[in-house]
């Protein structure tokens, strides 16, 4: 699987290469990223869930972006370039600057492949894939409730320019989910994160998850991350994406309740508590028994 997305660092290049951890950061290529929130989180989520599952780590370029769109070019291109040669059973796209004709040329270089990668969008990769029409072709979409009001809003722009506010957002989550399908806005799945976690799929919601519900996680930087970080990899690992979307959603909050989290938690404390959660839960959420899991 591959893991593609901008990281806030001015001076870090173009980076590609398999992910490992050494307690503190994410090694790539010989670089360090930090595990905080963002693209770090997601991958970071990504890897403690293939570490358990004793399958194959996952892959990640990424490349650094201060706002100014370079890295997010260059990512870009290179996908487009190199995405039949690179041939990931899943592609996932994190936070690149939307650009409409690099992400057309992208899904035009994946329909070349010999076999297509299952194709996850999260943050601004989804503003891209809606502004440029492709939403449908996208298997996975994980907005959060105020990206879910965009994707509803066939006019708006960007999250920030929607019609319906945030605060009424979330009392008619199913109704904007509704529209974002009805629009063509949406993804074949969507895990939509919130107080509530909704799996949807054709328009059709087939899984709700609020508990535990944790109330101090949501002002913690990356925990939307770290849920697609899971979905991704459970996804590489076999699982359906609806099977996936609903324990990344589970797990996710039993992870947040495990770390005991404050306001003041920072992701990785959260990440950190994932092999206990998949241990204790995951054969019973799943079947996939394995690393002592509780049957």
Same mark, same amino acid.
């Given at each position: ?18 992910? @490992? ?9 010989? $670089? ?18 293939? @570490? ?15 706002? +100014? ?34 992400t057309r040329r992208l899904l035009a270089s994946v329909a070349k492949c010999a076999k297509r990668p299952v194709l996850i969008a999260d943050a601004a990769s989804m503003y891209a894939a809606k502004a440029a029409g492709l939403a449908p072709s996208f298997d996975v979409f994980t907005p959060d409730a105020a990206e879910t009001a965009f994707l509803a809003d ?46 949807? $799929? ?26 697609? =970080? ?5 996804? =590489? ?15 996710? $909050? ?11 938690? $920072? ?11 998949? +241990? +204790?839960?995951?054969?019973?959420? @799943? ?9």
């Amino acid at each position: 699987m591959l893991i593609a997305g901008v990281i806030p660092i001015a001076d870090l290049p173009l980076t590609y290469g398999g992910v @490992s951890f050494d307690g503190a950061d994410l090694l790539i290529d010989g $670089r360090r990223v930090p595990c905080t929130q963002g693209t770090g989180a997601m991958v970071s989520a990504a890897l403690a869930t293939t @570490s358990y599952l004793k399958v194959a780590a996952p892959c990640a370029l990424l490349a650094g972006d201060m706002g +100014k769109g370079d890295g997010s070019r260059a990512i870009y291109e290179y996908l487009i370039a190199n995405i039949a040669e690179l041939a990931p059973d899943v592609l996932a796209l994190h936070y690149c600057l939307p650009d409409m004709n690099l992400t057309r040329r992208l899904l035009a270089s994946v329909a070349k492949c010999a076999k297509r990668p299952v194709l996850i969008a999260d943050a601004a990769s989804m503003y891209a894939a809606k502004a440029a029409g492709l939403a449908p072709s996208f298997d996975v979409f994980t907005p959060d409730a105020a990206e879910t009001a965009f994707l509803a809003d066939p006019a708006a722009t960007h999250p920030a320019y929607v019609k319906f506010l945030t605060y009424n957002a979330v009392d008619k989550m199913p109704e904007l989910i509704k529209q974002a399908y009805a629009h063509k806005n949406a993804a074949k799945l969507m895990l939509v994160k919130g107080a509530t976690d909704y799996i949807v $799929r054709e328009g059709e919601i087939l899984a709700t998850v609020s508990e535990p519900d944790v109330p101090d996680m949501e002002p913690i930087g990356g925990t939307g991350d770290t849920i697609t =970080g899971m979905l991704t990899a459970f996804i =590489g690992a076999g699982l359906e994406p609806h099977e996936a979307a609903i324990i990344a959603a589970k797990a996710n $909050r039993m992870a947040g309740q495990m770390a005991a989290v404050t306001p003041a938690t $920072r992701v990785s404390g959260v990440v950190a508590q994932l092999p206990a959660v998949f +241990k +204790k839960y995951l054969c019973a959420w @799943s079947g996939v028994c394995i690393n002592g899991g509780v049957e």
